[in-house]
């Protein structure tokens, strides 16, 4: 069950990250040209609307058709969500997560059943006359049932999330947020659920805090900032780069492994969560679009005119509950506890065998942690002459040729099942992980 609904919270996500531009795009409008924005213009200001109401969703749509049932999957998925987009009254990211995969999934399903029948020759003509004609029923489906469905059920959602922030109790959400992030379900919380949630309500305020509850660099930074005063050993030298990567790249997944690796330091995040929360709703805080990848550098670039300061209150007292809370947790830890943060963990012998021509590291969202990790790989392995390709992608899609995985612990299990094959190097910390000399070396042998 478990890993069914990671499964669907990545696939959500999935169908926002490839778009994340065009969210940054749209967010730059709205910050600079918006009336009460930094360079007031009503003409650039035009496309505004519709960059959210249409351009974003069928993007959305378009890639989850894509994921189903690539680019024919991907068109129908996309004139599908068109229908949806007519249907309602809103902007509609809840409804492109659901069109755009239904229509791939229909036209995946109809090939299925006619693609061999189809008499030699009529291959084309059957290919364009089928997507067209099931776009049009898919259309015509969702402008009379599922638009309106949809608008219903968002309504109901905002409507719920609005009492919840009206009642002051919006602060308890860190209870479920922290948690889930430190599992690596961050990006399906942010892009599946309070990013789309996050658009709507900016669309009608010019700004919402649904922006601010999951990418908070405050929680993160704070135990980071404990482990490098008070913790030991391995941990503790490696947390200044780790805040340093986290704070201005804005790669959160780094602090995930100090909390596994001491579990108490949930408290300290979920406190400082909730700390953030509570000072961003009670100054009004919110950004123009999600910050990504949610550094300080983004933050501030998605902040709306003369709302700075307010963003930076809630990240400074995130930021100064997680330190306090963790720093005591640190110093009631027993001198045997504070090492054994990054031992190495290798599900597979690292002794290789014949020519390794890719490698790949594999996240859960296949673009932040993976890509530095890979950066940093690729680095040694050039100071070393050795030249092979180091990729990065998602768990999910490692592909086929890879000869080498390396991820981390928790994701080590879900990348073999994906490519049984290769040799999986479970990594605990991202910057200064052992295993990349170790692989090195290796392959240095090898040569």
């Known amino acids: ?18 778009n994340i531009s065009a969210l940054i795009a749209w967010g730059f409008f709205t910050a600079i040209f918006l009336q009460g924005g930094w360079f007031p213009n009503e003409k650039m200001a035009a496309v505004i609307s519709p960059m959210l109401n249409y351009l974003i969703p069928v993007l959305m749509g378009y890639t989850g058709g894509k994921m189903v049932y690539g680019t024919r999957g991907a068109v129908v998925g996309a004139v ?6 007519i249907g309602g009254s809103i902007p509609m990211f809840l409804g492109a997560m659901i069109a755009g995969p239904l229509g791939g999934w229909l036209v995946k399903k109809l090939d299925g059943l006619l693609k061999d029948k189809i008499p030699t020759g009529f291959e084309m003509l059957y290919d364009n006359f089928s997507a067209g004609i099931l776009g049009m029923i898919l259309v015509m489906l969702c402008f009379w049932i599922m638009g309106p469905l949809v608008e219903g059920a968002s309504n109901a959602l905002g409507n719920g999330v609005k009492a919840i922030v009206d009642a002051g109790m919006l602060p308890l959400a860190s209870v479920i947020i922290e948690p889930a992030k430190i599992l690596f379900l961050n990006n399906a919380i942010q892009y599946g659920v309070l990013t789309p949630l996050g ?18 660099l405050g929680p993160g930074l704070g135990v980071l900032l404990a482990c490098w005063f008070f913790g030991k ?31 108490a330091l949930i408290i300290a995040v979920i406190l400082g969560g909730s700390a953030g929360i509570l000072t961003n709703s009670l100054l009004g805080s919110g950004l123009v679009a999600a910050a990504t990848p949610g550094s300080i550098f983004a933050y501030m670039a998605m902040a709306p005119k003369g709302g700075a300061l307010p963003v930076l209150a809630g990240i400074a007292a995130a930021t100064a509950v997680s330190f306090i809370a963790a720093s005591i947790i640190y110093k009631r830890s027993k001198d045997d506890e504070e090492e054994g943060s990054f031992q190495s963990f290798d599900p597979l012998d690292l002794s290789l065998d014949g020519g390794v021509k890719k490698i790949v590291f594999a996240c859960d969202a296949g673009m932040g942690s993976s890509a530095m990790a890979a950066a940093t790989l690729t680095n040694k392995l050039n100071k070393a002459g050795i030249n092979i390709k180091v990729a990065h992608t998602s768990v999910d899609e490692i592909p086929e040729d890879a000869e080498i995985i390396l991820t981390h612990t928790s994701l080590a299990d879900r990348a073999k099942s994906y490519n049984s094959t290769a040799r999986i190097i479970a990594v605990s910390n991202f910057v200064e992980a052992p295993e990349y000399d170790r692989l090195v070396e290796e392959l240095k042998k090898q040569q």
């Open 1 to 18: 069950m478990k890993q069914q609904v990671q499964k669907f919270g990545r696939f959500l996500s999935g169908m926002v990250l490839p």
């Open 80 to 85: 599908a969500t068109f229908g949806i987009i």
């Open 199 to 216: 658009l709507a309500d900016a669309a009608e305020a010019g700004k919402s805090i649904y922006f601010l509850l999951e990418g908070n």
């Open 233 to 263: 050993g391995e941990a503790k030298s490696s947390a200044p780069g780790a805040i340093i990567i986290q704070f201005f790249g804005g790669i959160h997944e780094l602090y995930f492994p100090y909390v596994l690796m001491k579990p």
